[in-house]
């Protein structure tokens, strides 16, 4: 029962006829009862491919019988090709397929088809096979000859149905078109007998349906196509999507459709002694007694033991084949695996029934008529000491831990004998949790340097049953990739930046039906600057993305509830290690924390602990729906889950990059180092040049300015790009090798001509002296756009370099007269009367009103300090460093301007850190004694 029995599908655009029935196909004239369409009144020349779509239908005792009359304009080549091919397709036992006309319509003439002799060629084919589906349908197709670009096809046919499950009664379920599709004229009809107990209804939004009776016969009629519908906003339930139908029924109540179905799932017979089936209900008696366990134990050797197909043969849409077939072939689809579990429950003395189910749309299912076609599929209900389980053969990976899990199917109809209402599934949080992680992240190297991650994300139900069947069937490759998808996601949570992986596994254990991967990675530092600290934020925890930000603003949104999905229970643990010689870690936000919110219950504790920091997270939530009117204070709620998040805040005296040339920091790098030479072994060819860029920023962090460039050589040579010989040239700067930065400035230039890269080259050119290449350079890029600014303080330096350093201040004034709003202009002003030594009557006034009206503080008290420094004001210069470290500990320029300040004021361990800059930092070191710090 998993394809929903519409009665009737139209197959728009795609073919010229839709699902039929029929054991052969019959021609003839139009039924007498039909309304058929004059030729006339097609109108040909209608903007719409669709000229005409007539479907009538009308119920005469057990019997539906329907005519459908179309036609399409062939208004190209392709439409040509798509529909001049008419196919139909229908099943052998439901009924006749007589076929009226085929016609062609051109410059007002009617070519009839079949008078020609045409004829429909009849196949027999499986079209559903690769979604393990046999419905015994058989196909008929005719190339309709003679077509051009221009015409109009019209074909019309009719069909009987009866579908004998149904025990006499009829129902419709027909999708009805909907702008922006458009059509010539289009309707949809449906008529019965006048006295006959019909119920129909059209919607959701069939605008207004005729109703009327004549000679006999009650009619309703709906215009098409039905007005475009109405957006929708986010999160909804499905019944508020669902597209539009007209619905008619003969059956009466749901109490009917449950009883006409019962006969079909009769247990009576179904394991007869000393069968196989007999034999696995005398296993799982020996294997335990108590019937949870028993209940457990017998779906899995439905889910497990006996493979998906439907089979719609015969009858097979509503009938399912019987336990002892399904068990011998080890095949069946819902409805078989549902009788066949509900055989072995009541065989173990259980109590169970079968009931139906709509997966796609169960919210909707109390809006729809009383009838079969509301349902797409069959389950098994069970009661076992007084408490309801929901068991579905066709899912995977039940266990007696997920057994009493509910899904999400919200109503179901019970096959019952007497007859049956629908009841609610009502939704239960899960005993176990469906998906966990534990994560460890390393940071022992220090708050600057990169994580490692250690991460064990576990499945369980039938997402861990499908991810288990996947690992079972994957190669390494494909084992691979999906460590690396899975990873993706875990790093993403974690930083923005992602991270790269250095191994990993697979797993899956059977008797729990739980799939486990491990990975191993490595991430950039998970402690981010803030607010002159060090802080990590508990970025993978799922409360720190907390929200419910639903819009229900629109007049006609506001009664329309939220969707809440399904019932869920996810767990987080995270481990974090700190270094092990740097005490002083704080803890903030709350690590011990309840909260409620969108109906999920999240659970958190946590605790720092020496130099580790543990924390789990449990969000349980029931799903179903909210009031829109309870909205706001739900988001509210969750914006005060999120703000509860933990943080740690390293101590001040934490490691930083910049000294991790000195042996005892040095050797904290070495298990960073290990991971990037598995990450790279992971890797081969171009797909290494990720790992090696990474590494390359490490070391450029750690000064070690020799590796990075080693690395940064590697990947030019497998992916060579203007990008990667900008880094390059960055790193030689630093080194002080100028003249081969230049180099790689000019490759960048050549594989991207842009202005910003003309700005590096032109800079880098000035400094070297080149002062007339450097000139023509800027000129020729700058197009006076967004990067104008970059142009001119660029042309700035140069004429400083050149001794011309007032003509460079009059650029930048200039530029300030241009953007007067611009602050980051006043710092540049500041930065270069320090630099080059111009203006020293003004410097001091123009670096203050930078420091007033400073956006970035840190920049421009480094600034002010080199220009205090120049005024030869050594304790006003060092207040400033002092003060733009607080904010910006990293800043590696103020850090070498307080050892230099330091060394001359004569403070001992300056000297020291003096001759690290030089041996680590030369290009740094180079910059500032230009400047006039030797």
Known sequence: MRNRFALFVVGLLATTAPALAGETVLYGPAP????????????????????????????????????????????????????????????????????????????????????????????????????????????????????????????????????????????????????????????????????????WQAGPAAGSPTESVKDGWHTVNVALPL????????????????????????????????????????????????????????????????????????????????????????????????????????????????????????????????????????????ESLPMPAAFDHVIVRAEIAGTTYWLDGTATGTRLQTLADVPPFRHALPIRAEGATLVAMEP????????????????RAGVEMPALISATPTFSGMLGSNLGAAFGQASEEQKKQMIKSLADSIFKDLTDDGGIITGGTTAFDSETGTATVTIEGMVISLFLDRDGTKRMDMRGLGSASASFDHDRSRANWKAIPVNLGRAERVREEIEVLLPADEPGFKLGGRAE?????????????????????????????????????????????????????????????????????????????????????????????DAQSDPLARRADLRESVQDLDGALADWDKVIAMAPDAWTYGRRAFTKRQMGRWADAITDHREALKLAPSVSNAISLAGALGREGKTDEALALLTEYDDMGDEHTGVVLTRADILAFAGKGVDGLKEIDGLIEEKPGDTSLLNAA??????????????????????????????????????????????????????????????????????WIGNAMGKPDAKADLAYFRKVAPGLVQDYARYGLK
Not at 231 to 241: I, L
Not at 428 to 443: E, F, L, N, Y
Not at 631 to 641: Q, S
Not at 830 to 852: L, P
């Open 593 to 685: 924390y309840e909260a409620t919110f969108a109906g999920t219950t999240v659970t958190r504790k946590g605790a720092l602990e020496g130099q580790r920091f543990t924390i789990s997270e449990e969000r349980a939530s029931l799903g179903g729906e909210l009031p829109a009117s309870e909205i706001p204070v739900e988001k509210a709620k969750a914006l005060r889950l999120r703000n509860t998040v933990p943080f740690l805040v390293a101590p001040v005296t934490a490691a930083r990059a910049w000294r991790y040339q000195q042996p005892a920091l040095k050797a904290r790098i070495a298990p960073i180092e290990a991971a990037y030479e598995k990450a790279l072994a992971r890797e081969t060819g």
């Open 830 to 899: 500041c930065w270069y009367r320090a630099r080059f030594r111009v203006d020293s009557d003004g410097m001091i006034k123009a670096c203050n009103q930078a420091v007033e009206r400073a956006s970035n503080a840190a920049a421009v008290l480094d600034s002010r300090a080199l220009a205090w420094l120049a005024q030869g004001n050594l304790q006003n210069a060092l207040a400033d460093v002092e003060a733009a470290l607080k904010i910006s500990p990293s800043q590696l320029a103020s850090l070498y301007l307080r050892a």
């Open 32 to 199: 007498k009862w039909a309304e058929v369409r004059d030729a006339a009144k097609i109108d040909a020349a209608a903007n719409t491919p669709i000229a005409l779509l007539d479907v009538q239908q009308r119920i005469e005792g057990e019997t539906l019988r329907v005519y459908v009359d179309q036609a399409l304009k062939l208004g190209s080549p392709e439409s040509l090709t798509q529909s001049g091919t008419s196919s139909a397709v229908w099943m052998p036992d439901k009924g006749d397929l007589t076929v009226h006309r085929v016609e062609i319509l051109r410059a007002g003439k009617v070519i009839d088809v079949l008078k020609g002799g045409a004829r429909y060629q009849v196949l027999r084919r499986e079209r559903g096979l690769e979604q393990r589906q046999i419905d015994g349908m058989l196909t008929a197709t005719l190339a309709i000859p003679g077509l051009q670009v221009g015409d109009v096809v019209r074909i019309a046919y009719s069909q009987t149905m009866r579908d004998k499950a149904l025990q006499g009664k009829v129902q419709i379920d027909s999708g009805l078109l909907t702008l922006p599709l458009e059509a010539g004229f289009a309707r949809t009809s449906v008529s019965w007998p006048e006295g006959l107990a019909v119920k």
């Open 428 to 443: 239960r949080v899960p005993q176990a949790p469906m998906a966990s992680v534990k994560i460890t992240i390393d940071q």
């Open 227 to 366: 007005a475009k519908r109405e957006e929708m906003p986010q999160g909804v339930p499905s019944r508020f999507t669902r597209p539009p139908t007209l619905e008619a029924t003969t059956f009466g109540s749901w109490e009917e459709v449950s009883r006409v179905f019962a006969p079909l799932y009769s247990t009576k017979d179904a394991i007869a002694p000393g069968s196989p089936l007999a034999a696995e209900v005398a296993k799982i008696e020996k294997q335990s007694a108590d019937p949870l366990t028993r209940a457990a134990l017998a779906t899995r050797l439905v889910q497990d033991q006996v493979s998906y197909l439907l089979n719609g043969m015969a009858g097979g849409n509503y009938v399912p084949q019987a336990p002892s077939l399904t068990w011998t072939s080890r095949y069946g689809d819902c409805k078989a695996k549902s009788l066949l579990l509900l055989s072995l429950l009541e065989a173990l003395g259980i109590k169970a029934e079968v009931v139906a189910v709509n997966s796609q749309t169960g919210d909707a299912v109390p």
